[in-house]
């Protein structure tokens, strides 16, 4: 049956931002490639559009100014020049901030990418098949993909782009998976639709998504009493007033261990008392795939387990918008953010009775209408919670990270398992966020373009040369 299926050379699952940017970076260097050479597979109408960049919610804006996002790191200011400013400031002029930074709605950096792909789709080089996959196998030296219609087509390669799984439920919550005063997936469209203006929220998680559901909720008018609750009660910090080159030029010496590295940043804070925290930190980033290589795999989980927490709310800053809403709902008393867990759950007529144990406090039981889940994506679990990860799994072709963040990855991103090695894993790549165990920092975009660009480098030296005319429109 493989015969009769459409072949394309490569096929990305997933067309959020990262499947969007491999295959932009791959036709560019690849324009030999011809017709129909790359085909994405993603249910949603418009590729670029993921879950980050796909929200329809106005409420959910960058979290970095629109001139450091970029699909290309050659052009950092890419997104602003593609902005309509004008029609900007008409629809949503609170994006613009005295300092001249613009901060848009997720949205527009979805429609970007969706602009700046649309010539690959027009002169036919780039297929996008609307549609989900639910299977993938190998067979005479190619893969064959099979799609949720019932369809399916074949690929010499194969890159998961997928995007960020769902969030898990804590498991004192798991026995109310079916309520529907649980919102479970905080990222649904219709997640906050039952919450009405005077309801008592609860919020599990402290991150970003945390930021966003606020922020959400205020614009709806909403003006009950909403209680946040993470481990450690850390809320994602703002970007500094004014920004310095010292993150482009400091160097931070590599550690072999989480302690190590942990005092390396300090020292550097130490030293230079005179700049915020936020350039010691983008330092950090900027050199993360270094200093993460640097630790073996006992010191990565010690990392993570123990710091994480606080590289993310330092590292993922919120909007300044965002963070003007989460303090004046703190300062109104209408939001609490404490460290707690949760212990219990039940639901009854009254509302949610949840038990949570807060630091250094005796367990309490308050009664909310709506519990939402806000606890980050379910890397671990992506390969039990997807299908078609779950049989590749099986197969033999790819493997959990040993660091529990997703996908077991080489450093030149081809998938890995436990039966496989660098030098003859199949032609399978692993892109964006879910080969972060491997690349360490891949969460925001910066590292996720970077990420996108070494993908296609690797697809495009991999790939037989076809010789095919270049159109016009594509050349640039």
Do not use: C
């Not at 300062?331 to 460290?339: E, G, M, N, T, Y």
Request: hydrophobic share 45%.
């Amino acid at each position: 049956m493989s015969d009769t299926l459409p072949h394309h050379p490569v096929a990305i699952i997933g067309g959020g931002a990262t499947g969007t940017m491999v295959a932009f970076h791959l036709l560019r260097q690849r324009p030999d490639l011809g017709a129909g050479a790359v085909a994405i597979i993603e249910p949603r109408a418009q590729l670029g559009a993921g879950l980050a960049y796909g929200t329809r919610d106005t409420q959910h804006r960058i979290n970095v100014p629109a001139a450091r996002m970029s699909l290309d790191t050659a052009v950092p200011g890419d997104f602003r020049a593609w902005l309509d400013l004008d029609a900007l400031a008409a629809t949503d002029p609170d994006a613009f901030l005295p300092s001249g930074d613009l901060y848009p709605a997720r949205a527009q950096f979805g429609q970007y990418l969706t602009a700046r792909i649309a010539p690959f789709l027009d002169a036919g080089w780039l297929v996008h098949h609307r549609d989900a996959v639910t299977g993938v196998m190998r067979h005479d030296g190619n893969w064959v993909l099979t799609l949720s219609d019932g369809g399916g087509l074949t690929a010499s390669h194969v890159v998961i782009a997928l995007t960020h799984p769902a969030p898990a439920l804590p498991a004192a919550l798991r026995p109310l998976a079916q309520e529907g005063r649980v919102v479970a997936n905080p990222w649904r469209d219709d997640a906050l639709a039952r919450i009405a203006t005077q309801d008592r929220v609860a919020i599990i998680g402290t991150g970003l998504t945390m930021a966003d559901i606020v922020a959400s909720l205020e614009a709806r008018g909403h003006q009950g009493p909403i209680l946040a609750v993470s481990r450690r009660g850390l809320r994602p910090r703002a970007h500094a007033a004014e920004a310095s080159a010292l993150s482009d030029i400091l160097h931070l010496a590599s550690a072999p261990t989480a302690l190590g590295l942990l005092r390396t940043v300090r020292a550097a804070l130490r030293d230079h008392p005179d700049l915020s925290w936020h350039e010691i930190i983008d330092a950090t980033r900027k050199q993360g795939r270094r200093l993460w290589t640097a630790l073996d795999l006992a010191e990565r989980k010690r990392l993570i387990r123990h710091l994480r927490p606080f590289w993310d709310v330092h590292r993922f800053r919120i909007a300044p918008q965002i963070d003007a809403i989460l303090t004046r709902r703190l300062d109104s008393k209408r939001l609490s953010i404490r460290a707690a867990r949760v212990i219990e759950a039940k639901a009854g007529p009254e509302g949610i009775a949840l038990t949570l144990q807060f630091r250094g406090e005796a367990p309490e039981t308050l009664i909310v209408d709506h519990v939402v889940n806000t606890t980050g994506p379910d890397h671990a679990g992506i390969i039990h919670n997807t299908p078609f990860l779950r049989a590749l799994a099986e197969q033999g072709h790819i493997a959990p990270d040993p660091t529990g963040l997703g996908l077991h990855t080489a450093p030149d991103h081809h998938a890995l398992s436990a039966r496989e090695t660098a030098q003859d894993t199949a032609p399978l790549l692993i892109a964006g966020p879910l080969s972060r165990g491997t690349f360490g920092e891949l969460m925001g975009l910066p590292e996720v373009t970077e990420n996108a660009q070494s993908v296609a480098r690797q697809l495009a030296a991999e790939l037989n040369t076809a010789q095919q005319r270049v159109p016009d429109e594509v050349r640039s």
